[in-house]
């Protein structure tokens, strides 16, 4: 599924295993992620979303197999990939007790940048998360949607080519939730790659390019995230729409068109997916055949899954045990 | 294990059972306990029937020592009672209040008075089950004779009232403090102050208090004066008496703690040091505002950012204990009193071994303090990073794990710097108080000690110990999962450390006449060279006579060797300590050595 990418991948991970003493939390995992694209990463509560991240941003080291980020293998070049990265844990890991502009100094020389460039990258980065009033503040005083912002802002300090972001919107209020997500469209249009782990599924279609699902250590996708909303090629579904419902019923009359392999009605509206084989017709002919049944066509599009139910159908029910 | 039955009445009880019967450590600590007890007892088993024995193999003559065995053990558990109990049960609320789950039990049908039966109970029964590791001991010294069924029957009574009475003690604590880590201090400070420190101290220097009142809330005291004299009867009406403290201590420690649990249920934190530092602040700002300085400022802090080393930038801009301002502060507010007393002991009338003895036993007591100070500084440093969930952060930027560890002592080492200070001037005053006694002819302890030695090894007492002691902590600290457990940890490694060769050493000189070889043994403590140094009575007048000097510089090249091992450790290792990956460089590096000591093991070497 990779096959389809052609430009050289920014992350790449490679036959990735990861256990805990007995506990197996990552196995045999593959994917890539694009230059400048926005890569959802989803899974469940366990399934080693985290495990992940961190082997990618150096923390843990991968016990099989390999992970490079921008060509550059994160076990021997750790202190180049470390340059390159910018990494958002799943928690708030603030200094609390200093202001926003002298936590974002701090990291800034943490990363070996002067005095002068962490002046102006800080004065760029806190007017893209909107924080420039507030760079006196101190950390502690600042709501949990500024403080998201501060830690996104930190993230941008060495200037990262890649961003890992583990649960970037988790805990926060729907507006903050929506601003930090047009901040991180305004990311992607000036050439960053963000890699995002996500619960929030909705969000996520959106906003992504390309997805990459895990549940319980192991791969279940990892493509564009068109790719995992529509049918395979073979078996598209289109959702046909009437203006009122007719008597009688249509979906008999529909599952006796040529090529057409499953009916079933939408529920609440006068609406059926109808799923065909590309093999026997496709969908110019099919929609001459539903016009050709003097139907009240209102419209006829393509029945494109919501994330939630490509997730459900991807990954087991159940907690991990 | 199934605590099933105790279900419906209990469920507290039932969850903190079988958490305690799921938690590795209650073994640990519970053979820990046992190794301690059975090494301690028949240790002192075996000098009572050498004692008895006096080299005649006559069996006839340990025939009824049993009553002392048992005596022995009764002692020995109730200081394991003192010393065991109040960190096992101090953190039986402060636990629940760290997980936000205090509430949550509020919300069910459990009363004030039950959570505060079950979360007792719950930890007495581990104490409890240390008791009764005794049993073994007992039916040994049973079988020699000579035991009463009255010393048994007393010891089972005042063993079961004193843990009761210490257990809520800490349950009090526990409820009164917002973090584990308080509670645990403050229950050993009450205890230390009950127990019976605050009234042997008015017994010594204000007035006679007389032993029933000194000793009035310890049990030990009570068992001995009511049950281990098998030849009198027992008094039953002053018994009842001499209980009264105890069971009555016991009383108000639990409705304390029962009105605590409500009243103090949801704190918030209230950085207390902050708070003192700000206070400390105002009060020298009003001093400063007078005609003669006219607020002078001598040092301006100001806002500056960090240059290159920002994690030595915050150590020491942004941490209140890492300011100069706030150092100096803390350094006049211990110098000034520590100098006010030390002028004071000395102007005192009571003669010179007083004063030396009065000086010893506040220099000890800084000793302890400042070594408790930096080892729970320096445990915490990353440990607290990573309690806080600011450690992985870091750990993606480019900093080396060594360049992080070396920046964040940097504070540290301001701090030490401070409270040697403190500690040299105690040493500076009592040196030329040792001067002054050796001038005028007479001589402290067994022999005349030189004063320039005395300095020569406080300074390097000082030198080696305070990094030992935080190398030694930061090792652990970076090890440790949590900030508290990398606390309890450093002060138990280093408590044991201290104490545990000295103990061996004295045994070996009371009880199995080892002289010399044993009071070497105490050097095997960091505290053998300053107890050697401030009370000079460890080793012999000839061999200190003749040795002294050597001894001190090899006790102290011993030790910088210690320091080096742990600096090594923390530094080396510095990624992998910090779990993340180590540096390729570094880890290169030490590939190679390895594969060179396989292929051509003499040429690595």
Same mark, same amino acid.
């Given at each position: 599924?990779?096959?389809?990418? !052609?430009?050289?991948?920014?992350?790449?991970?490679?036959?990735?295993?990861?256990?805990?003493?007995?506990?197996?939390?990552?196995?045999?995992?593959?994917?890539?992620?694009?230059?400048?694209?926005?890569?959802?990463?989803?899974?469940?509560?366990?399934?080693?979303?985290?495990?992940?991240?961190?082997?990618?941003?150096?923390?843990?080291?991968?016990?099989?197999?390999?992970?490079?980020?921008?060509?550059?293998?994160?076990?021997?070049?750790?202190?180049?990939?470390?340059?390159?990265?910018?990494?958002?844990?799943?928690?708030?890991?603030?200094?609390?007790?200093?202001?926003?502009?002298?936590?974002?100094?701090?990291?800034?020389?943490?990363?070996?940048?002067?005095?002068? !460039?962490?002046?102006?990258?800080?004065?760029?980065?806190?007017?893209?998360?909107?924080?420039?009033?507030?760079?006196?503040?101190?950390?502690?005083?600042?709501?949990?949607?500024?403080?998201?912002?501060?830690?996104?802002?930190?993230?941008?300090?060495?200037?990262?080519?890649?961003?890992?972001?583990?649960?970037?919107?988790?805990?926060?209020?729907?507006?903050?939730?929506?601003?930090?997500? !047009?901040?991180?469209?305004?990311?992607?249009?000036?050439?960053?790659?963000?890699?995002?782990?996500?619960?929030?599924?909705?969000?996520?279609?959106?906003?992504?390019?390309?997805?990459?699902?895990?549940?319980?250590?192991?791969?279940?996708?990892?493509?564009?995230?068109?790719?995992?909303?529509?049918?395979?090629? !073979?078996?598209?579904?289109?959702?046909?729409?009437?203006?009122?419902?007719?008597?009688?019923?249509?979906?008999?009359?529909?599952?006796?068109?040529?090529?057409?392999?499953?009916?079933?009605?939408?529920?609440?509206?006068?609406?059926?997916?109808?799923?065909?084989?590309?093999?026997?017709?496709?969908?110019?002919?099919?929609?001459?055949?539903?016009?050709?049944?003097?139907?009240?066509?209102?419209?006829?599009?393509?029945?494109?899954?919501?994330?939630?139910?490509?997730?459900?159908?991807?990954?087991?029910?159940?907690?991990?045990? | 294990?199934?605590?099933?039955?105790?279900?419906?009445?209990?469920?507290?009880?039932?969850?903190?059972?079988?958490?305690?019967?799921?938690?590795?450590?209650?073994?640990?600590?519970?053979?820990?306990?046992?190794?301690?007890?059975?090494?301690?007892?028949?240790?002192?088993?075996?000098?009572?029937?050498?004692?008895?024995?006096?080299?005649?193999?006559?069996?006839?003559?340990?025939?009824?020592?049993?009553?002392?065995?048992?005596?022995?053990?009764?002692?020995?558990?109730?200081?394991?009672?003192?010393?065991?109990?109040?960190?096992?049960?101090?953190?039986?609320?402060?636990?629940?209040?760290?997980?936000?789950?205090?509430?949550?039990?509020?919300?069910?049908?459990?009363?004030?008075?039950?959570?505060?039966?079950?979360?007792?109970?719950?930890?007495?029964?581990?104490?409890?089950?240390?008791?009764?590791?005794? #049993?073994?001991?007992?039916?040994?010294?049973?079988?020699?004779?000579?035991?009463?069924?009255?010393?048994?029957?007393?010891?089972?009574?005042?063993?079961?009232?004193?843990?009761?009475? +210490?257990?809520?003690?800490?349950?009090?604590?526990?409820?009164?403090?917002?973090?584990?880590?308080?509670?645990?201090?403050?229950?050993?400070?009450?205890?230390?102050?009950?127990?019976?420190?605050?009234?042997?101290?008015?017994?010594?220097?204000?007035?006679?208090?007389?032993?029933?009142?000194?000793?009035?809330?310890?049990?030990?005291?009570?068992?001995?004066?009511?049950?281990?004299?098998?030849?009198?009867?027992?008094?039953?009406?002053?018994?009842?008496?001499?209980?009264?403290?105890? #069971?009555?201590?016991?009383?108000?420690?639990?409705?304390?703690?029962?009105?605590?649990?409500?009243?103090?249920?949801?704190?918030?934190?209230?950085?207390?040091?902050?708070?003192?530092?700000?206070?400390?602040?105002?009060?020298?700002?009003?001093?400063?505002?007078?005609?003669?300085?006219?607020?002078?400022?001598?040092?301006?802090?100001?806002?500056?950012?960090?240059?290159?080393?920002?994690?030595?930038?915050?150590?020491?801009?942004?941490?209140?204990?890492?300011?100069?301002?706030?150092?100096?502060?803390?350094?006049?507010?211990?110098?000034?009193?520590?100098?006010?007393?030390?002028?004071?002991?000395?102007?005192?009338?009571?003669?010179?071994?007083?004063?030396?003895?009065?000086?010893?036993? =506040?220099?000890?007591? #800084?000793?302890?303090?400042?070594?408790?100070?930096?080892? +729970?500084?320096?445990?915490?440093?990353?440990?607290?990073?990573?309690?806080?969930?600011?450690?992985?952060?870091?750990?993606?930027?480019?900093?080396?794990?060594?360049?992080?560890?070396?920046?964040? =002592?940097?504070?540290?080492?301001?701090?030490?710097?401070?409270? *040697?200070?403190?500690?040299?001037?105690?040493?500076?005053?009592?040196?030329?108080?040792?001067?002054?006694?050796? *001038?005028?002819?007479?001589?402290?302890?067994?022999?005349?000690?030189?004063?320039?030695?005395?300095?020569?090894?406080?300074?390097?007492?000082?030198?080696?110990?305070?990094?030992?002691?935080?190398?030694? *902590?930061?090792?652990?600290?970076?090890?440790?999962?949590?900030?508290?457990?990398?606390?309890?940890?450093?002060?138990?490694?280093?408590?044991?450390?201290?104490?545990?060769?000295?103990?061996?050493?004295?045994?070996?000189?009371?009880?199995? @006449?080892?002289?010399?070889?044993?009071?070497?043994?105490?050097?095997? @403590?960091?505290?053998?060279?300053?107890?050697?140094?401030?009370?000079?009575?460890?080793? @012999?007048?000839?061999?200190?006579?003749?040795?002294?000097?050597?001894?001190?510089?090899?006790?102290?090249?011993?030790?910088? =060797?210690?320091?080096?091992?742990?600096?090594?450790?923390?530094?080396?290792?510095?990624?992998?300590?910090?779990?993340?990956?180590?540096?390729?460089?570094?880890?290169?590096?030490? #590939?190679?050595?390895?594969?060179?000591?396989?292929?051509?093991?003499?040429?690595?070497?």
């Amino acid at each position: 599924m990779n096959d389809v990418f !052609e430009t050289p991948p920014v992350l790449e991970v490679q036959h990735l295993s990861y256990s805990f003493r007995k506990h197996r939390a990552l196995l045999d995992v593959n994917f890539q992620v694009q230059p400048q694209s926005l890569h959802g990463f989803v899974g469940p509560n366990g399934a080693g979303k985290t495990t992940t991240l961190k082997v990618i941003c150096t923390l843990l080291q991968p016990q099989a197999g390999n992970v490079r980020v921008f060509g550059l293998d994160v076990v021997h070049d750790v202190k180049e990939v470390r340059r390159r990265i910018g990494f958002m844990p799943d928690h708030f890991s603030m200094y609390r007790q200093m202001t926003v502009f002298e936590y974002l100094d701090f990291f800034g020389a943490a990363y070996g940048l002067s005095q002068v !460039e962490r002046d102006r990258i800080i004065t760029d980065v806190l007017t893209l998360t909107d924080m420039d009033g507030r760079k006196d503040d101190l950390i502690n005083g600042l709501s949990r949607g500024m403080q998201q912002r501060v830690s996104l802002a930190r993230v941008l300090v060495n200037d990262p080519d890649l961003l890992l972001l583990d649960e970037p919107a988790s805990g926060l209020d729907p507006r903050a939730r929506i601003e930090l997500m !047009e901040i991180l469209q305004e990311l992607r249009k000036m050439g960053k790659t963000i890699f995002i782990s996500s619960h929030i599924l909705s969000e996520l279609a959106e906003l992504c390019d390309s997805v990459t699902i895990i549940d319980r250590g192991l791969i279940k996708y990892s493509g564009p995230m068109d790719d995992l909303l529509t049918d395979t090629e !073979e078996h598209p579904a289109y959702v046909l729409t009437l203006r009122e419902a007719v008597d009688p019923d249509p979906q008999e009359q529909l599952q006796a068109l040529a090529g057409v392999l499953r009916v079933e009605e939408v529920e609440g509206k006068p609406a059926w997916s109808i799923s065909f084989d590309r093999a026997m017709t496709d969908t110019n002919n099919l929609l001459r055949g539903v016009l050709d049944l003097g139907l009240p066509v209102a419209s006829f599009t393509e029945d494109r899954k919501h994330l939630n139910q490509a997730f459900m159908d991807l990954t087991e029910r159940g907690v991990r045990t | 294990m199934n605590f099933g039955m105790l279900a419906p009445g209990c469920p507290l009880l039932v969850k903190e059972l079988t958490a305690l019967a799921a938690r590795k450590r209650t073994y640990q600590v519970r053979a820990l306990y046992a190794v301690l007890l059975f090494a301690a007892s028949l240790a002192f088993f075996w000098a009572d029937l050498d004692r008895r024995t006096d080299g005649d193999n006559n069996p006839l003559l340990i025939l009824g020592s049993g009553g002392p065995m048992i005596q022995t053990l009764v002692y020995l558990q109730f200081s394991g009672i003192y010393l065991f109990l109040p960190a096992i049960a101090c953190t039986a609320l402060t636990a629940e209040k760290e997980r936000d789950a205090l509430s949550l039990l509020f919300l069910t049908r459990l009363g004030p008075w039950t959570i505060l039966f079950e979360k007792l109970v719950s930890r007495l029964i581990p104490m409890f089950t240390f008791l009764l590791l005794s #049993l073994p001991l007992m039916a040994f010294a049973y079988s020699y004779g000579g035991v009463s069924q009255r010393q048994i029957w007393g010891a089972v009574f005042m063993l079961s009232v004193t843990t009761v009475q +210490v257990g809520a003690l800490a349950l009090m604590c526990s409820a009164f403090c917002r973090t584990t880590v308080g509670a645990f201090l403050l229950t050993y400070a009450i205890a230390l102050a009950i127990f019976p420190g605050i009234p042997l101290l008015i017994d010594s220097f204000v007035t006679r208090l007389g032993e029933d009142v000194a000793c009035a809330f310890l049990g030990p005291f009570v068992y001995d004066v009511t049950f281990s004299n098998t030849g009198a009867a027992i008094r039953w009406g002053t018994f009842g008496i001499r209980m009264i403290p105890l #069971l009555g201590s016991t009383l108000i420690f639990l409705f304390a703690a029962r009105r605590f649990l409500v009243t103090r249920a949801f704190l918030l934190p209230r950085h207390r040091l902050r708070n003192l530092l700000s206070a400390l602040d105002g009060m020298f700002h009003r001093f400063n505002q007078n005609r003669v300085t006219r607020g002078v400022m001598l040092l301006d802090e100001g806002s500056s950012l960090p240059e290159i080393q920002p994690v030595a930038w915050r150590e020491t801009q942004r941490r209140s204990l890492g300011r100069f301002r706030y150092l100096l502060r803390i350094f006049l507010a211990i110098e000034l009193p520590v100098v006010a007393i030390s002028i004071s002991i000395i102007v005192s009338p009571g003669g010179a071994k007083s004063h030396m003895w009065s000086i010893t036993a =506040m220099m000890t007591c #800084l000793w302890i303090l400042i070594a408790l100070f930096i080892a +729970v500084q320096s445990s915490s440093l990353i440990s607290g990073e990573r309690s806080r969930q600011t450690l992985d952060v870091l750990l993606t930027t480019p900093l080396s794990g060594r360049e992080i560890v070396q920046q964040k =002592m940097q504070g540290l080492w301001r701090v030490v710097w401070i409270l *040697s200070a403190c500690l040299g001037t105690v040493c500076l005053i009592k040196m030329l108080l040792l001067a002054l006694v050796n *001038s005028m002819g007479f001589q402290y302890g067994q022999l005349a000690y030189s004063p320039m030695r005395y300095l020569v090894g406080s300074v390097l007492a000082m030198a080696v110990y305070f990094p030992l002691i935080a190398w030694l *902590s930061m090792w652990i600290g970076m090890t440790a999962k949590a900030a508290t457990r990398a606390m309890f940890l450093s002060i138990f490694v280093i408590a044991t450390w201290c104490t545990v060769p000295i103990i061996v050493g004295y045994f070996g000189v009371e009880y199995l @006449s080892m002289g010399d070889t044993a009071r070497y043994l105490t050097l095997l @403590s960091p505290a053998g060279m300053i107890r050697l140094d401030e009370s000079h009575v460890v080793l @012999s007048v000839e061999h200190l006579d003749a040795h002294g000097w050597i001894i001190l510089f090899i006790n102290y090249a011993v030790y910088s =060797m210690i320091v080096g091992f742990f600096r090594y450790k923390c530094l080396r290792h510095a990624d992998r300590n910090l779990q993340r990956l180590e540096d390729s460089s570094i880890r290169d590096r030490r #590939l190679l050595v390895e594969e060179l000591q396989t292929v051509h093991p003499q040429s690595a070497l």
